[in-house]
């Protein structure tokens, strides 16, 4: 049976004292539909990557293309955590939800890792000979990198969406602009999903205030920089051709244009020679 929405508010506040109803909905929005369309997001791209793969005969290191179907397992795991109201509801009465979500996208965190690693093997290998298959794949892992700890900072800090939102939350991990002068925001403001990740895309954006984060920040800064790089530096070592190469005659050419560039080359001698 699914629960009544009149019901399940009550409940919620029990578990949680003195956080509002109006704050309870706006962190279930978040949860729902926010953070499962951005796990979503990175389902799709690892899908899209491994039927190019498997389309292509593409290879990592010398594994199959459907290995970047792998991740999609825990993904879907933090899906159920986020989105399906029964497995959601009874990991909040256990008050394991948020443990759940962080070991979840941990898990894909590391898979992320584990693929890096695995398209730099490829790399120093000779592995990747199509310059598209090295784009696909280093796009999907640098989303995924993004998102993946734009989750983990929304769910690190302060203790988490719904703590955060508490009377007397615990201290911040993020400054955020808004919080040092508050003028610039709206009333009540307070940062959302979408803010998270854009920190993990622009780590200028807010001031990092405990080490764990500054750790978290140091990491996802590093595979993100790591990825960028090999793809540009591929790139580099194998830029696109801008021009058609001339055409040039063999001696063993019998055609008009072979003859014509041999009777043009051995003409040069004989004009100097007069001169």
């Known amino acids: 049976m699914h629960d009544d929405p009149a019901e399940k508010w009550p409940r919620l506040m029990v578990d949680n004292p003195g956080v509002?109803?109006?704050?309870?909905?706006?962190?279930?929005?978040?949860?729902?539909?926010?953070?499962?369309?951005?796990?979503?997001?990175?389902?799709?791209?690892?899908?899209?990557?491994?039927?190019?793969?498997?389309?292509?005969?593409?290879?990592?290191?010398?594994?199959?293309?459907w290995v970047w179907l792998i991740p999609a397992v825990p993904e879907a795991g933090l899906l159920l955590a986020l989105a399906w109201s029964a497995p959601r509801h009874r990991l909040e009465q256990m008050g394991?939800?948020?443990?759940?979500?962080?070991?979840?996208?941990?898990?894909?965190?590391?898979?992320?890792?584990?693929?890096?690693?695995?398209?730099?093997?490829?790399?120093?290998?000779?592995?990747?000979?199509?310059?598209?298959?090295?784009?696909?794949?280093?796009?999907?892992?640098?989303?995924?990198?993004?998102?993946?700890?734009g989750l983990l900072f929304w769910e690190f800090d302060r203790g988490g969406p719904i703590r955060r939102r508490e009377p007397d939350p615990p201290p911040r991990d993020f400054q955020f602009p808004q919080d040092e002068n508050p003028t610039l925001a709206e009333p009540n403001w307070h940062p959302r999903l979408a803010d998270y990740v854009y920190i993990a895309f622009s780590p200028t954006?807010?001031?990092?205030?405990?080490?764990?984060?500054?750790?978290?920040?140091?990491?996802?800064?590093?595979?993100?920089?790591?990825?960028?790089?090999?793809?540009a530096a591929r790139g580099r070592e194998h830029p696109p051709l801008t021009g058609a190469p001339r055409p040039t005659a063999s001696r063993g050419d019998g055609s008009a244009a072979g003859k014509a560039q041999r009777c043009s080359i051995g003409a040069e001698p004989r004009q100097r020679r007069s001169d």
């Open 96 to 149: 394991q939800r948020r443990t759940v979500a962080l070991a979840l996208v941990g898990v894909i965190t590391s898979a992320n890792v584990v693929a890096l690693t695995a398209l730099i093997a490829s790399l120093l290998s000779a592995q990747e000979k199509s310059g598209g298959e090295l784009l696909l794949k280093g796009a999907t892992i640098w989303s995924t990198n993004v998102i993946t700890f």
């Open 20 to 65: 509002s109803t109006a704050d309870l909905h706006e962190e279930e929005v978040e949860s729902r539909y926010e953070a499962t369309f951005a796990v979503g997001l990175v389902i799709a791209l690892q899908v899209t990557l491994a039927l190019a793969s498997l389309e292509g005969g593409w290879k990592l290191k010398g594994l199959p293309g």
């Open 205 to 231: 954006d807010a001031m990092p205030l405990t080490r764990r984060v500054k750790m978290m920040m140091l990491a996802e800064s590093a595979i993100s920089a790591t990825t960028v790089l090999l793809v």
